[in-house]
Structure formats: structure tokens, C-alpha cells
């Protein structure tokens, strides 16, 4: 792209959606030059500071409700609702804008890890969303995403009932994907810091989960005619289910913003490496990855996201071509780092000096 500015007239109807201010301006792209010195060929790394969106402790989880709060707002909603893992950051980024928008908020907390410890239990996110005086409720299987929306429904009729206004933030697929869209404003946002930085950025590399983050900035990039590959780390579902969830997240994104799907099958990559033993639990390499992204950039990552993410991204930069140029979307966590405390002790024994 030679242009000085960007235009936004590929993105269609995105202005025209409703959205909650939640972020006030831009999020840093930061230099990484300690890990950088790590490998060879003077590879050039940046992190796209996503940890640090302007909400109780941030993460990527703000900007995707802007747009879903935005829709709140404009329904004359009075409660959200929202179902995630226990140590769910959206669960604890939705309570927290639904207080800013002075809202009340309905948490319903899935059992997605086999965990008991205290930890996990009761410290990081859980102790957030208490300390914002979210109202809790529990779903018994983790693995259920139709069910776990049929019992919101179940909680947003009781609301109803009793004169409240409900919006229900969904978790299954099949519904418009409005937190897509905020990873589509962040991709206009980091072309531009491309072009203020001067810098040309070979690829990106980011976590993928439902889906909404990764397939936001790659349809974002790809509408704005960039053609930077974006690598998605698996974190929850293999390559064969991931794939397809955002080839059909970039078609529901084009069908909201009323345009064609710039994005190809092709242009989908996903990276499961990283994935074992599964969902909220992390293998060695990537105990190992949080270890080194502390100790070499004070970068805070967590077991369950962004130290698999991060993994990913090392693994790509030891394999990076001669001066090439890396981004890592960090998409914060923060809070989980403290429910995961058994497993860092560990590691800091393991890997003393790592
Ligand atoms: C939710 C989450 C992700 C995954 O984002 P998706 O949009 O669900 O793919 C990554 N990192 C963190 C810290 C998260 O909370």
C-alpha cells in the first residue's frame, strides 16, 4: 500500500452499526527488541498491545463489546447477559462495560476445565467479576455451546418478567458476529500505524478461539486490501474445526457489513502446535513461552491464550526470512495469570533460568 491515509469505504455498513466507545484511542505497537536478539537474521518484532484496551485490566474482549454493548444501548437494554469458562476474560470485560454504561450484568460460568483448585476456582477473572457485582450462575457442560445460550434465554425471560431489559451476548455460531467487528477497526488501526511507523509487516500472528478476533483482522486487512498473512493459534479447537468456524465467520462479517467476502479459503492459516493437552491447560513449550516473554519484554501472558499464542509467534520468528518484520496481537489475559499460580510455580522450578 503506498497511500498516506487509509479510506475506509471497503468497510460498508461498519460506521453505521451501533458501537459503546469502551477504547479512547489507539492501542501501542511496541518494539520487542530483547526477544528479537533471541533469533537469527535480525528479525524485527512488535507487539500489538491489545492487554492494555482501556477497561478493567483489557483485552481483546473490549473491542469486540463495543459493538455488542453499542447494540445494547441501542435496544434500551438495562442487563446483559453473557456465558463463558469459569476464568472467562469477556465474562469479566462485559461486566465491567455494562458498569461503565451503567448497566447491570447476568454471568453464566461454564465448566470447560476439569479444575478444582482454589485458584482456578475463585481468584483472577471470578474474583473481578464478583468485585464488579456481576450476578453468577453456572452451567454444568463446557461443551455445549447451543445449550449454554438456551439457558441465558432461560435467565432473560425471568428478567423480563420482572421488567428488566435483557441483551444477551451469544456464544454459539449462527449469530451475527458483532465482536468480529472490532477486530475489523483494529485492523484499520494497525495499517495505520504501518504507515505512521514506515514499517512493512510480513505477518501476524494471533490467538484463535471463537474465532471473532482472528477472522475480524484478517477480513479487516484483506477489505483494506492488505494482503498480510495472519497466522491463528489454535487454542480451543483443532486445525479441521477452526478452519472451516472462520471461513464462516469472514461470510457472516460480509453478510453484517454488506459487502463481498474479501477473504479466501486459502488466506485462512491455523496453527493447532500449540493446542495439547487442550482448553485451559498448557504444555511445557508454552509455560516455557510465557517464561521468556516475561523475562525478555515484561510482556504478562496467560496458559490459556496468549502463552500459546505467544509460543506460535516463536516458533514463526525462528523461522522468520533475514530482517523480516513480526506483529503479535497481545490479547491480555491478565487476570487468569493469577488463577493459573500452581502451574507458574511449577514452571519457575522447571525451567529455573529459562
Ligand atoms: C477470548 C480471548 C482470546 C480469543 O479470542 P477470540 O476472539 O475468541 O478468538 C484470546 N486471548 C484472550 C486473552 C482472550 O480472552
Redesign the pocket.
Given at each position: 500500500m503506498d497511500q498516506k491515509t487509509l479510506s475506509s469505504a471497503n468497510l460498508g455498513r461498519l460506521s453505521k452499526l451501533p458501537r459503546a466507545r469502551l477504547i479512547s484511542g489507539q492501542t501501542l505497537l511496541s518494539g520487542l527488541p530483547n526477544l528479537g536478539q533471541i533469533y537469527q537474521g535480525e528479525v524485527k518484532l512488535f507487539a500489538k498491545r491489545d492487554d492494555c484496551t482501556d477497561l478493567a485490566f483489557g483485552?481483546?474482549?473490549v473491542r469486540?463489546l463495543e459493538f455488542y454493548l453499542g447494540e445494547a444501548q441501542a435496544q434500551n437494554a438495562d442487563t446483559i447477559l453473557i456465558t463463558g469458562a469459569v476464568q472467562s476474560?469477556?465474562v469479566r470485560l462485559a461486566a465491567a462495560g455494562a458498569r461503565k454504561l451503567a448497566m447491570d450484568c447476568h454471568i453464566q460460568l461454564e465448566e470447560r476445565v476439569a479444575k478444582d483448585d482454589p485458584y482456578y476456582r475463585t481468584s483472577g477473572n471470578v474474583l473481578l467479576d464478583k468485585l464488579l457485582g456481576a450476578t453468577l450462575h453456572s452451567y454444568p457442560d463446557g461443551e455445549d455451546e447451543a445449550g449454554a445460550d438456551r439457558n441465558l434465554g432461560k435467565i432473560a425471560e425471568d428478567l423480563s418478567a420482572k421488567g428488566h431489559k435483557p441483551y444477551i451476548i451469544p456464544l454459539s455460531p449462527g449469530h451475527a458476529p458483532l465482536?468480529a467487528l472490532g477486530y475489523v477497526v483494529c485492523a484499520e488501526e494497525l495499517l495505520q500505524q504501518q504507515i505512521d511507523a514506515d514499517l512493512k509487516i510480513d505477518e501476524i500472528v494471533v490467538?484463535?478461539?471463537?474465532?471473532?478476533?482472528?477472522a475480524g483482522l484478517l477480513f479487516g486487512l484483506r477489505a483494506l486490501g492488505s494482503s498480510i498473512p495472519v497466522k491463528g493459534i489454535c487454542?480451543r479447537r483443532s486445525v479441521d474445526e477452526q478452519s472451516p468456524r472462520i471461513n464462516n465467520r469472514c461470510r457472516e462479517i460480509a453478510e453484517l457489513l454488506e459487502i463481498d467476502n474479501p477473504v479466501s479459503e486459502d488466506d485462512i492459516e491455523v496453527d493447532d502446535t500449540f493446542l495439547a493437552p487442550g482448553y485451559g491447560a498448557a504444555s511445557d513449550d508454552v509455560m516455557q513461552a510465557i517464561l521468556v516473554a516475561a523475562r525478555t519484554e515484561a510482556l504478562m501472558l496467560?496458559p490459556t491464550?496468549?502463552g500459546k499464542s505467544m509460543a506460535g509467534f516463536m516458533a514463526r520468528a525462528s523461522q522468520a526470512e533475514e530482517g523480516s518484520t513480526l506483529v503479535y496481537i497481545h490479547?491480555?489475559?491478565t487476570p487468569a495469570i493469577f488463577a493459573y499460580e500452581p502451574a507458574l510455580e511449577r514452571a519457575f522450578t522447571q525451567f529455573s533460568g529459562g
Open positions: 483485552g481483546n474482549k469486540q476474560n469477556f465482536g490467538a484463535s478461539g471463537s474465532g471473532n478476533t482472528h487454542v496467560d491464550y496468549t490479547t491480555g489475559g
